[in-house]
């Protein structure tokens, strides 16, 4: 696919400077698309790439889903390794990176699960940003691939697999980089889970240090009007946010 250079950036593009990010309308430039369920916008993607890596650093997605973070990559003129462990998503993200831009960026895409990294060499990358899924809210595969994530009900064992991806992401990451992670919470039984506030445990746990916590303002939830009828009924309040945790390895 060509595209003209001006069709590949998005109009108007600030870069956030506070811990609260919206974006009430998800961007479409360039070969960006909103279809695979649970992706993240491109303008969080643009916001991290642009403030954590410089041009022609080495990026890893670890969870590449929809492709978003291959396409920035791109674009911005960042070297990027794009891994999962979903082929659909491999499909995807290589489709997604079919059009042409001058410059000399390179783009690998890999099947791998995010905790066993064991291609990878230590402190190979120079930043790394994934949106992983949160639990089984939203299953990408039913069950057919078993290293998915997204297969697993269970929080305590969700976060325990967690632990060994941030130990991986730890471990190839370069002294001094950062690492970007965007997780939401859930409930259970109408009760608040944090399951975001569990990463970010894990995260630490393993030798990270919290750089920041930014607050992601959700809009446009599927099935929005039939929650807020059933919220109103069972007295619980829906959930309109994600932390963007960035942690930093010193």
């Not at 064991?118 to 809210?137: C, E, M």
């Not at 919290?210 to 109103?232: H, P």
Request: hydrophobic share 40%.
């Amino acid at each position: 696919m060509k595209a003209k250079d001006s069709s590949l950036h998005p109009k108007n593009f600030e870069l956030e400077c506070t811990t609260v990010w919206a974006f009430p309308r998800r961007g479409k430039w360039a070969t960006h698309t909103s279809d695979w369920r649970g992706n993240w916008s491109p303008e969080v993607v643009r916001n991290l790439i642009l403030r954590y890596s410089s041009e022609k650093d080495i990026l890893l997605d670890p969870m590449i889903g929809g492709g978003t973070t291959a396409i920035e990559a791109k674009i911005l003129n960042r070297n990027i390794v794009c891994s999962d462990v979903n082929d659909g998503a491999l499909i995807r993200t290589r489709k997604c990176l079919e059009f042409e831009i001058e410059n000399d960026s390179w783009q690998k895409v890999v099947k791998r699960d995010a905790r066993k990294l064991v291609k990878f060499k230590d402190a190979s990358f120079d930043f790394i940003l994934t949106h992983p899924p949160y639990v089984d809210i939203i299953k990408y595969n039913d069950g057919k691939i078993k290293e998915d994530l997204s297969n697993i009900h269970k929080i305590d064992i969700f976060i325990d697999e967690i632990e060994k991806v941030a130990k991986e992401l730890y471990r190839v990451l370069k002294k001094g980089k950062y690492c970007a992670i965007l997780i939401g919470d859930t409930r259970r039984n109408k009760m608040y889970q944090p399951l975001a506030f569990k990463v970010m445990e894990r995260f630490l746990k393993v030798g990270f240090e919290l750089k920041e916590d930014i607050i992601k303002r959700q809009f446009n939830c599927k099935a929005t009007g039939f929650w807020v009828k059933k919220s109103q009924e069972a007295n619980f309040l829906l959930i309109m946010h994600e932390h963007l945790f960035v942690f930093q390895k010193l």
